[in-house]
């Protein structure tokens, strides 16, 4: 640009001096290069400072600057081309007309019989000259002709009436200009559908742009040329798509013809798309190309784009990196991140990537060390290519030690994160869904053969498990396995309808489980706090009450939508009676939070033996449950008829059409309130506790008792009220009488 400058100045004062007059567009050049002189300069300061500039403690580079300034620098270098362009094509300025040129003289045509010479121009001072024996105007088109020029050319007939009014809009377009109706009217010939004309319609506007951008769009479909002869930049992408998820078949369809009219392009970025990639062979002046989240075929035709300096695969789909490629001298940046299908990266292909700076590789791609010499034809890439790049500095890499050459090490690298033998020993989350035929997460053995000694599958940092929607897996790890996940803290589990985990595999670091749609197991949680089970279909039994004594710091119980569950802990197989109050005293002490709805087989809650047990239950809840007749069971007989719930705050009992007692007759249940301070008893036509208020001792009574034979008419001990809501106004309840003459204390008799 500076040297363009001079010789133009130099032109200048050249045509001053000859008494030229200079002409505007040449003094308009010279201020406009000034101009981009001094945002050059400018530009190249923000750079260097750039550099500077880091995230993560210095291993990544300030995105978000670099691509401002890269946009910048692509404007300005457009700017600068475009400039220089007209410095070389315009004269400087001029003395006289055109129409005193002598052509003989200064072009060397003889102007004399049997010589002829046919000259076009769009100015009319030319065809001024005296020596012009005949002139012949060419006038643009009217309307109708330049439709009937268009549509001729097209080979549109009187049968394509659909097609008129874009073939109109199409003629107006091309201001009536011949050879404009023409060229259009010819790539037109044979296309009678309406979407390639009105794709070339709206075109028609496009092609002054130098940058367009069309990310996460609605196109289904890209299958016309696109004529952009000044497109510099390119952002293409269909609607986004999450890769747990993806679907190829919704990708943007990329025909092979879409860029040939795009020579001009430099940078484009095309994201979850389908497309071959002999499609962008024409775009030879390409520099940055990005493809994310792409199905590629056809990769080895990217040879032909010999200026290419950026190019990324990230998460795109393709099996193999050809050979092809190491004609691609120029390229310094190559991303292969998230490839998850690539298979082979030839010998020597990467080491034929002279001025590579920046590689980043996520796959175990490289060869074993142990392995022979292959030919490039069939012989994947090896490590020590890498040592080979001289102009290398930052470099990402996930490898198996297997891959490394003994005695070696990285050359000098200015940022670098590399991965040696990436196992799951790091693993902190894993969520699984939507695997239709997910049988087994982890392979193991036949399940007649046992596993070798030190062989189990170690996940010991594994902290959150997500498993969704799956309808066939039956286990996680394999049958003949014994790998417990001993960090794990959060498990939930939605639709995976034959799904059971063997005992001791979550025994140790569990807090918190949701549970949904699916048969439990029969392993110990020890540490485990919150429980949920939810719209599981087919469960019947959730715990033996003997898996209680595991549950050491259980806080949240909470059971929705259980339609066939019959018990939530089971009473069949309990311990002996004459121990079960000592034992069931020690049971879930440490529960405060229990919420049982809609599980419609239910006809308690929970036994008798262990209601001791609950010295910390603050709520208490049970709403649509319509089998449901007690809250505590008689599962056995024990000693201590009253039982104190003391951090009792909350008893809610609604839609329970079926419950009688909140335990069974005998039995008596004390609330001191407080903390005791909400009670509703709503919708339970059948219930005959008798809830009251001991006003000496500050608490709420729940007793289920046999009222004796003919002593009915003591109106202070009638049944409760079946909408019983009393809130904090507990004084407005039955008072509770002491004197127990008017009750037996056998059990009724059936």
């Known amino acids: 640009m500076q040297s363009a400058k001079e010789d133009i100045e130099k032109r200048v004062e050249t045509a001053k001096k000859n008494d030229e007059e200079i002409f505007k567009t040449v003094q308009d050049w010279q201020d406009d290069t000034r101009k981009i002189l001094e945002e050059v300069q400018m530009l190249n300061k923000e750079i260097e400072h750039n550099q500077l500039k880091t995230c993560f403690n210095g291993w990544c580079p300030n995105w978000g600057s670099r691509h401002q300034l890269g946009r910048k620098a692509t404007k300005t270098s457009i700017q600068l081309k475009e400039i220089i362009d007209r410095g070389q094509s315009e004269r400087v300025g001029c003395r006289a007309l055109l129409s005193e040129t002598n052509f003989e003289e200064n072009i060397g045509v003889p102007l004399s019989k049997g010589c002829k010479m046919l000259l076009t121009t769009r100015n009319q001072k030319v065809y001024g000259h005296k020596e012009y024996q005949s002139l012949i105007p060419l006038n643009v088109l009217k309307g109708h002709e330049g439709v009937a020029l268009l549509k001729r050319q097209a080979g549109i007939d009187d049968d394509c009436a659909h097609l008129d009014s874009l073939a109109t809009q199409i003629a107006r377009e091309c201001d009536g200009l011949p050879l404009a109706l023409v060229t259009t009217g010819r790539y037109l010939r044979g296309k009678k559908e309406n979407k390639t004309w009105e794709v070339l319609e709206r075109e028609k506007d496009w092609t002054q742009y130098t940058t367009i951008s069309l990310l996460e769009n609605k196109l289904k479909e890209l299958s016309v040329r696109l004529g952009c002869p000044k497109l510099k930049i390119l952002l293409l992408g269909g609607e986004k798509q999450s890769s747990y998820n993806y679907d190829k078949s919704k990708l943007l369809k990329v025909a092979d013809e879409c860029f040939e009219e795009m020579k001009a392009l430099e940078v484009v970025s095309l994201r979850y798309a389908d497309l071959s990639l002999k499609s962008l062979q024409f775009l030879t002046n390409l520099k940055t190309l990005e493809l994310f989240g792409c199905n590629l075929r056809d990769i080895s ?29 120029e390229l310094k940046m190559l991303d292969l991140r998230g490839c998850s299908e690539l298979r082979r990266i030839p010998s020597n292909l990467i080491r034929s990537f002279s001025q590579l700076e920046e590689l980043y590789i996520e796959k175990d791609i490289f060869e074993e060390r142990e392995i022979e010499e292959k030919s490039i034809e069939t012989g994947n890439a090896r490590l020590s290519e890498v040592n080979d790049l001289p102009r290398l500095a930052v470099l990402y890499l996930k490898i198996n030690s297997k891959c490394l050459p003994k005695d070696f090490a990285f050359s000098k690298l200015s940022r670098y994160q590399i991965c040696v033998n990436e196992s799951l020993i790091q693993l902190k989350n894993l969520e699984i869904r939507d695997a239709a035929e997910l049988k087994q997460v982890f392979h193991g053995k036949e399940e007649n053969e046992v596993a070798e000694e030190g062989k189990d599958i170690k996940l010991p940092n594994l902290k959150k498990l997500r498993l969704y929607k799956l309808e066939k897996l039956t286990r996680f790890f394999p049958k003949n396995n014994h790998s417990t996940l001993p960090a794990l803290e959060e498990f939930q589990m939605k639709e995976c309808p034959n799904f ?55 806080e949240r119980l909470y059971v929705w939508d259980n339609p066939e569950l019959e018990e939530i802990f089971g009473v069949n197989d309990v311990i002996d009676v004459k121990d079960s109050e000592e034992v069931g005293a020690n049971l879930l002490q440490t529960l405060s939070d229990i919420r049982v709805k809609k599980c419609h ?17 603050a709520n208490l809840q049970a709403i649509d449950n319509s089998e449901l007749e007690q809250i505590f069971g008689d599962n056995d007989v024990i000693d201590a008829k009253e039982i104190q719930l003391p951090r009792l705050q909350c008893i809610i009992l609604e839609d329970l059409p079926r419950l009688t007692n909140f335990c069974h007759v005998d039995y008596h249940f004390i609330f001191p309130a407080p903390p005791l301070d909400y009670l509703t008893v709503g919708r339970c036509p059948k219930i005959s506790t008798r809830f009251s208020w001991d006003e000496e001792n500050k608490s709420v009574h729940a007793e289920a008792k046999a009222p004796k034979i003919g002593n009915a008419e003591d109106d202070s001990h009638e049944e409760t009220s079946t909408d019983l809501f009393h809130g904090y106004n507990f004084e407005k309840l039955p008072q509770y009488i002491k004197n127990e003459e008017l009750y037996s204390n056998s059990h009724p008799t059936e």
């Open 301 to 329: 035709f990217l040879a032909k784009l010999n200026k290419l300096e950026i190019l990324s695969f990230r998460g795109s789909y393709f099996d193999e990196l050809p050979i092809e490629l190491s004609e691609l001298k």
């Open 601 to 617: 087989k239910l006809k308690y809650l929970f036994p008798i033996s262990i209601a001791r047990g609950f010295q910390q239950l």
């Open 500 to 554: 059971t985990i063997k005992e001791g595999v979550l025994e140790e670091g569990l807090r918190i489980v949701e549970i949904s749609n699916n048969q439990l197991w029969n392993g110990i949680l020890s540490r485990l706090r919150d429980i949920r089970v939810e719209k599981c279909h087919k469960l019947k039994k959730l715990f033996p009450i003997s898996i209680a004594r595991g549950f050491q710091q259980l």
